[in-house]
């Protein structure tokens, strides 16, 4: 049995962490909003960030969280000083801030990855205020203040993904500082419950008022799902209603069937025992008087049967539509009680923006409109990583460096604005936009074409409008580096195949030297899907009906060949054809011949996808509730889950996005054979760090790779000249020979001139990035911003862009 005081335990945890991480996001919020206004001595809003860091540290300690409340009451020290107007926090400062809050979220996480330690965090919060000077350093992975580089706009700039025409003047607003989160000029500033204005950011503390519960997701979750059983539920009911139709219509046929016996009847009960009575041998007299008789009785049961089976019926389907109407408003208000406001997502990205903008060496503010829109939990989930990935796209490859916004007549500092407005049908709008250097429509077609997403004739056949949606085609990237952030062209694909299995849809708007706008429409929430019930090799599927984009009923001799695949031509557009059971791999199921001349075509779209699928049979479109199918198949290529269809019947679900990528590629591919030993990849790891080496040679290895290993650039590049490697790995600052060094000497070597080289190392300055450009590295890694999953995805791209 579970010791009652453990269980109290972990109940406490959980609502500690949930308590921090709320309050760890005000905090980021508050401090943001502190930094652009600056310091007032006494001010609300230095007042909230000093008793939530107050608050913090003794929660920590009622749950023995001692680093935790050793970092709170470090900073909690600073806070009060601040308050008191003793201490005036400088932009180093900040950092610290920052840091602090993040390895609190660490230790909360359980899992230090920033590299830095708490007890480090404390010394140096402890420095700050005690210093000669009133300052301290900050730990290594924050960025010292600095401008970009003059030599950026010579080479190291915003990607040639941008333009370079200059825009009108920009308003200056009277700002300094790096990056901070500051509210939409839309949106009136907040009041307190005396009519006192609050900042924006500032979190309201009213007593709670006994109308709202804290609920833990996970039960919400499980509230959801119960309501979608319901569905399910309703959808049986229905089927009962129409085998009860069916058999009602059973009846109908017995009453004309019996109507045609009823002149016979009626003349065998005269000739038996009527008026026309005939004499008949006496041992048929008294069977054929109780069939007679039980004949009229059988009429008269079964006619009364009937009648009780239509009331029934009748009494069944007003049952069955109060259920669907009872069943909806409880599904209604459940869904409702899912609903979040936008803002509860967006307000970790403030810090993000500072600490990217900080790193990337530009001035950059998140300016929100609209958070307070509220959507269901489980869509802005999904949008947190797409989001994420705009942002960074915009100050990466959109936003300038402050000398170069200046010489173009901008506002140093650059905005990413994200908006949030309703539409119609139950839908939003989100908009990500920025007021950088503009999409360059012929650096897109360059890159598409050197990557082979298109071919030369293709490039040339698309318009620009049709050629901008080449940045949403996984591989395409113009940055001619890659980082653990950007360089993989895998962002702004994530978006897109992220929005759209949302039901919604992406479009892009830019003008060359005025900025891009990434617009996205959402549902408000997720809502019961439906679905087209197919029948394919004797199998059930369902196909999404957001995906489905026509089914109609085509001739066979309308099925053209085109190039080395099939097509029919379906409004003015050819449109490739498969069938369903190729696109899943079925080679084993026969066409039968001969039979209709027609086949049925389900059209399916994603973007600018489309494939036509010839299935068996178009069975109906219902409501259906998509399951998933468990742990052990938590990856099925092709299908999206299972739905319980109102027969009982299970069906997979489809994933059309999957199969119309699949299928436009060209025909199935044959399941691969085991890798022969000479198809697995050769990596050279180069590192002095023993810990640091060993780490990442377990990574590699784990994911199927050979490793060797060298201590520094001269061993390496020893090894390099005795044997073949796919890919070198490489840390920067190492004795003998650094990682520049060798990445150049590897360059100039014509035998291994092409071998791709990562950098992975903790110097992540603007310069460095640089320097490491310079050099021919084909990607650059942070070590304190490392992901193995990050690693090991560069690590493939580039073999594949090898091939």
């Known amino acids: 049995m579970t010791d009652p005081d453990e269980e109290f335990h972990k109940k406490l945890l959980a609502t500690f962490r949930e308590e921090a991480e709320e309050h760890l996001g005000e905090i980021t919020q508050e401090l943001i909003v502190l930094e652009k ?75 230090i990855t920033s590299g830095t330690s708490p007890a480090e965090v404390a010394r140096s919060l402890r420095a700050l205020i005690s210093g000669p000077s009133g300052s301290a350093a900050v730990p290594r992975e924050v960025p010292a203040p600095r401008t970009s580089p003059s030599t950026v706009k010579h080479g190291t700039g915003p990607d040639p993904l941008r333009g370079n025409e200059h825009p009108g003047p920009g308003t200056e607003r009277a700002t300094k500082g790096s990056s901070v989160a500051i509210p939409s000029d839309t949106e009136p500033p907040r009041q307190d419950r005396d009519g006192r204005q609050q900042p924006w950011g500032a979190a309201s503390h009213d007593t709670w008022d006994g109308k709202t519960v804290r609920i833990a997701a996970n039960k919400l979750d499980r509230l959801i799902a119960g309501s979608d059983d319901l569905l399910t539920t309703r959808l049986f009911m229905t089927h009962r209603m129409q085998e009860l139709e069916e058999i009602m219509t059973r009846f109908g046929i017995w009453r004309w069937n019996h109507a045609l016996v009823s002149n016979d009847m009626h003349r065998i009960r005269e000739v038996s025992f009527g008026i026309r009575k005939t004499e008949l041998p006496s041992d048929l007299v008294l069977p054929l008087e109780r069939l007679v008789e039980f004949l009229e009785y059988n009429r008269e049961f079964v006619t009364c049967l009937q009648h009780d089976l239509s009331v029934h019926a009748r009494e069944t389907e007003i049952d069955r539509s109060a259920l669907e109407i009872n069943t909806s408003t409880i599904s209604d208000l459940i869904h409702d009680a899912v609903l979040l406001p936008v803002a509860s997502v967006l307000q970790p990205f403030s810090g993000l923006v500072r600490e990217y903008s900080r790193t990337t060496g530009k001035q950059v503010d998140l300016l929100i409109e609209g958070g307070d829109m509220e959507m269901d939990r489980r869509i802005l989930e999904a949008l947190k990583d797409p989001l994420m990935h705009l942002i960074h796209n915009s100050i990466d490859h959109g936003i300038e460096y402050p000398d170069i916004r200046a010489e173009r007549h901008k506002n140093i500092r650059g905005i ?40 030369a004739e293709e490039e040339a056949a698309l318009t620009d409008d049709e050629a901008i949606w080449l940045i949403f085609r996984s591989g395409l990237s113009t940055n001619p580096i890659v980082t653990d952030l950007s360089g993989r062209g895998l962002g702004l694909a994530i978006v897109e195949e992220t929005v759209t299995r949302l039901g919604g849809a992406v479009t892009v708007s830019s003008e060359i030297g005025r900025g891009t706008t990434i617009r996205m429409q959402v549902p408000v929430r997720l809502a019961t899907l439906r679905g087209v019930v197919v029948r394919s090799a004797n199998q059930v599927y369902v196909l999404p009906m957001q995906q489905v984009r026509q089914v109609i009923r085509v001739q066979r001799s309308d099925i053209l060949p085109l190039n080395d695949r099939q097509a029919i031509e379906f409004q003015g557009e050819k449109i490739v054809v498969i069938r369903l059971t190729e696109a899943l791999g079925i080679t084993e199921y026969l066409i039968p011949p001969g039979g209709s001349t027609q086949v049925s075509v389900v059209i399916l779209a994603y973007g600018a996808g489309q494939i036509a699928c010839i299935v068996d049979e178009v069975i109906r479109v ?87 290993t060298a201590v520094d650039g001269m061993e390496a590049f020893a090894l390099l000249r005795e044997h073949e490697f796919d890919i070198v790995v490489s840390d920067v600052d190492m004795p003998r020979m650094n990682g520049f060094t060798l990445t150049e000497k590897i360059r100039t070597d014509v035998r291994i001139s092409k071998l791709p ?47």
Do not use: W
């Not at 949030?420 to 250097?437: F, N, Q, R, W, Y």
């Not at 399951?627 to 299972?642: E, M, T």
């Not at 992540?764 to 050099?775: C, F, I, R, V, Y």
């Open 37 to 111: 206004a600056g310091i007032t001595p006494g001010s609300p809003l230095l007042e909230q960030v000093y008793r939530k860091t107050h608050s913090l540290k003794g929660s920590a300690r009622a749950v023995n969280f001692r680093e935790i409340e050793s970092v709170c009451q470090n900073l909690e020290s600073v806070f009060s000083l601040m308050k008191k107007g003793e201490f005036n926090p400088d932009e180093a400062a900040f950092d610290l801030f920052h840091v602090a809050i993040k390895i609190t979220r660490e230790l909360l996480n359980g899992e």
């Open 416 to 455: 990413v604005r994200i908006k949030i407005a309703p539409l119609s049908g139950s839908k939003v709008g989100i908009e990500v936009s920025d007021d950088g250097t503009g999409i360059d429509r012929r650096v897109i077609r360059k890159a598409a074409v050197e990557k082979g997403i298109v071919s």
């Open 622 to 708: 219902q409501e259906i509730v998509v399951r998933s199918l468990g742990s052990q198949l938590r990856r099925v290529k092709r299908i999206a889950g299972a739905v319980i269809l109102g027969d009982g019947r299970v069906a997979l679900v489809l994933d059309a996005l999957e199969i119309i990528q699949e299928s436009i590629k060209g025909p199935p591919a044959v399941p691969a054979r085991t890798m022969s030993s000479d198809a697995i990849k050769r990596i050279l790891i180069v590192e002095d760090s023993v810990t640091s080496r060993a780490f990442l040679q377990t990574i590699l290895e784990r994911a199927g790779y050979l490793v060797q």
């Open 757 to 803: 080289v990562v950098l992975v190392t903790s110097l992540n300055s603007p310069e460095d990035q640089k320097h490491g450009l310079t050099a021919g590295a084909d990607a650059y890694m942070m070590k304190t911003s490392f992901e193995k999953s990050n690693l090991l995805e560069i690590i493939r791209n580039l073999l594949e862009r090898k091939r």
